[in-house]
């Protein structure tokens, strides 16, 4: 699907990043199955494959190459069949918890079929895959299936259980965990794609200080003593904030940001929307922003660039320069509204957002990208 098309001496650098964290994983665990955490494996698959990291974005995918769209997952293969998370709705929680099995789990079905359709709608993406690094003992094993829609009209075999229902739709087995509000998808990594030995080392401390201070590492001394850094990410973000997507009290008002194009007076385009600058992001970041005279790029999640200011009194709100494209990606790709149709804070909480991430690239370069529900709150806490 993905790995198997890849360059040569790609496919090799993705293994021997593998197998240098790999050989780490006696600073975390004493298993004989090479410890990987998530981000990390994030991290070198973008690298690696110079893929786009989605992974701050809280989207279905975690990588983009070109029109694919790559989740990201590292698990131990135990029988070859684990569940794996897929999705969480905890922010949807009130649109299913009350419905009888079969009606929930086809609603979390469509919940999670709105999150795929959504992510590939906003990124441009024909298709979305699995890749999966699976770690068995002493080696790890690459595995890729497709990011399958759930088939709504082909569930079969509801379960309830004490705290989760189990459903497949023919293709997949899944299990939704009341509790925790997660969805998880049953892997079956009995063919993998590719797979290697992993050398855990005994003492990776020991063997790091040798790297690290021997005089043979004289170069790589002198460069750590000038402030040098390996930006391993590849990130030049020089800061982020967060906006609401929402005003007071969670509130979508009817007339003013995503329902700018409601207000009264002039003649509205109908994706015109403005996004709420608090009054604390000037406080607390008064330089982030450029002034209201001044206008910068904005790149949106697909990779197109538009003009944009802040505007209005106070420097309330972030515009593009015709409104179209944002509210395009807002109003119509995101929460799939019909011209006319009011956004709400309900809506919101369906995609399991309610907040933009806005990343500070340069002075004129702005990047925006979706972000889960919370984020703003969290941001300030």
């Not at 967060?242 to 007071?248: I, T």
């Not at 329902?259 to 000037?282: F, S, T």
């Not at 450029?290 to 309330?316: H, M, N, W, Y």
């Not at 109003?331 to 990343?359: C, F, H, M, N, P």
């Amino acid at each position: 699907m993905f790995f198997d098309n890849q360059e040569k001496d790609k496919r090799e650098q993705y293994q021997q990043f593998l197998e240098i964290v790999g050989s780490l994983s006696n600073l975390f665990s004493n298993s004989n199955s090479p410890y990987l955490y998530y981000r990390i494996a994030e991290k070198i698959f973008c690298r690696a494959f110079n893929a786009n990291d989605l992974s701050r974005s809280d989207v279905s995918a975690d990588a983009k190459k070109e029109a694919l769209g790559i989740g990201l997952k590292t698990f131990l293969s135990n029988n070859n069949q684990t569940f794996q998370k897929i999705a969480e709705f905890n922010s949807s929680r009130g649109t299913y918890i009350t419905l009888p099995p079969e009606e929930l789990v086809q609603e979390v079905a469509r919940l999670r079929n709105n999150r795929i359709d959504f992510t590939e709608k906003i990124h441009s993406l024909d298709q979305s895959i699995y890749h999966c690094v699976v770690r068995d003992k002493n080696r790890f094993k690459i595995f890729e299936e497709s990011m399958d829609r759930i088939n709504i009209e082909k569930i079969t075999g509801v379960k309830r259980k004490k705290n989760s229902i189990s459903f497949n739709d023919e293709l997949h087995e899944y299990s939704f965990l009341l509790s925790k509000s997660t969805l998880t998808k049953r892997f079956k990594t009995t063919r993998c794609l590719f797979e290697f030995d992993v050398m855990i080392l005994k003492d990776p401390l020991i063997e790091l200080q040798k790297c690290l201070f021997k005089k043979d590492s004289l170069e790589f001394q002198k460069c750590l003593s000038k402030g040098d850094s390996f930006d391993f990410q590849g990130d030049v973000y020089q800061q982020t904030i967060f906006l609401p997507l929402y005003g007071k009290n969670k509130t979508v008002y009817k007339k003013s940001g995503l329902n700018q194009w409601n207000a009264r007076g002039r003649k509205r385009d109908p994706d015109e929307v403005y996004i709420p600058v608090p009054r604390l992001i000037h406080i607390n970041f008064p330089d982030f922003f450029p002034d209201r005279e001044t206008s910068f790029e904005l790149v949106f999640p697909d990779g197109e660039k538009v003009p944009a200011k802040i505007c209005q009194e106070g420097g309330k709100a972030l515009m593009t320069k015709s409104n179209r494209k944002l509210g395009k990606l807002i109003l119509r790709d995101g929460l799939k509204l019909k011209e006319g149709e009011l956004a709400t804070y309900e809506k919101l909480q369906l995609l399991g957002i309610d907040s933009v991430r806005i990343d500070k690239i340069n002075e004129t370069t702005y990047e925006i990208n979706f972000a889960k529900t919370n984020s703003y709150e969290a941001f300030f806490t």
